[in-house]
């Protein structure tokens, strides 16, 4: 049987989602605890990676487990073994052909900014920084990237294509805190975080928004900052239905 | 000079306030601070230990330091210099024999409960439960610990005295969450924990609120139920000005 979950981690502790030898990952603690329940190795699939330190409040996953019980029980059983970083919100049964990745039509980012003194307890969950942001700048500028571009200069790799799509951003603010809100399909590694560090540059206005457009040029190669992986979270993983 | 500072941390990462062998502690990170601007050992006094875990908003220390510097600067350098969990809020000058814990002449604890499925992000900075509490038989109870009385039956130690004193307790619910505020004077180690611990047994309706009169009672040993260090928080050190 194939399973669909929903799940929610603190990013914090990870070396981020995927497996990797020697560290400590979302991917890794999942299939430890789907393993001891199937008694045999069971491998996870995300909807996609996650970085180190990069939250989810609604990662996507999916895995075969040939064990008699129900989605509801599944939920359960997994919560009480997993450790208290990740926890599941919801399981349920797919077709044998599902996948968390290729199945998704769409992905939903949230980034999180918060302008004050400097708070100990926000340190791994928000960017917290005292600049001073035009938020209309931001909102302007943002209307350029909206739909199919060349994302090459906000990634990290050496891929021919780099063709994503963004369907929506919203930027709102919320007491001391900036909100960037992403909707798209085709995210790429750093993407996010790159394109929040250009859209930074825009409202501290020292980078004009016409500097887009060169970014979004196939045909030319420029650097961007990233902002740092601790405001980031995975929100939600769409699919067809 | 003898100086005053409000300090916040997040205690997460801390094996508590007070300096450990090998052990990261709050006083240890601070007095390595100091010590580097002073050339020189200082020694760091807190108004209060707190455990591992315990987070504090509004913990006090003082310490001497003979570097040409004024307040508003040193603050500025001392939080350029610490580590992430740890800042200084306000710091001044003052007389030379101000104590941090002997002047003090009371404290405010909170304590956080949350009420709900389990949520990671919440996993170091709540205790979460899912029992139902009744409120108003706690504020009830709460009552009966106001006002100087024995407390041996909620700490942890072998002093021939546990006399405290409890000005104020304040419950509230705050959507998911329950709030526990604890004023007073001569808090012991587990002190709070304890007391939470005990209003919860009668919250949930397992232990009456007459237990109360037993537990201050001088003549009478009883253990009652300690919750985890991470609902906790110093919130404030007050001093006669």
Known sequence: MRYLAVIIYDGSNFYGFQR????????????????????????????GRTDAGVHAKGQAIHFDLDIPVTPSKLKYVMNRMLPEDIRVLE?????????????ATGKWYRYVIKISE?????AKYTYQIDDELDIKLMEKASKKLIGKHDFHNFTAGYRDDYEGNIFKIEIKKEED?????????????????????????????????????????????????????????????YYQD
Request: proline fraction near 3%; charge should be positive.
């Open 20 to 47: 990797l030898k020697n560290k400590r990952s979302v991917q890794q603690e999942l299939e430890k605890v789907l393993s001891i329940l199937a008694k045999k190795d069971v491998a996870v699939k995300g909807a």
């Open 91 to 103: 399981i349920k049964e797919v077709d044998n052909k599902f996948h968390a990745r290729l199945r």
């Open 118 to 122: 400097f708070d100990p307890f926000y």
């Open 177 to 237: 805190k900036i909100i960037f809100d992403f909707y798209g399909k085709g995210f790429y590694r750093y993407m996010v975080r790159n394109l929040i560090g250009t859209l930074l540059m825009i409202g501290k206005k020292k980078w004009n928004e016409s500097i887009l457009e060169e970014l979004l040029n196939k045909d030319i190669d420029k650097t961007v900052p990233t902002v740092p992986a601790c405001g980031l979270y995975l929100m939600k993983v």
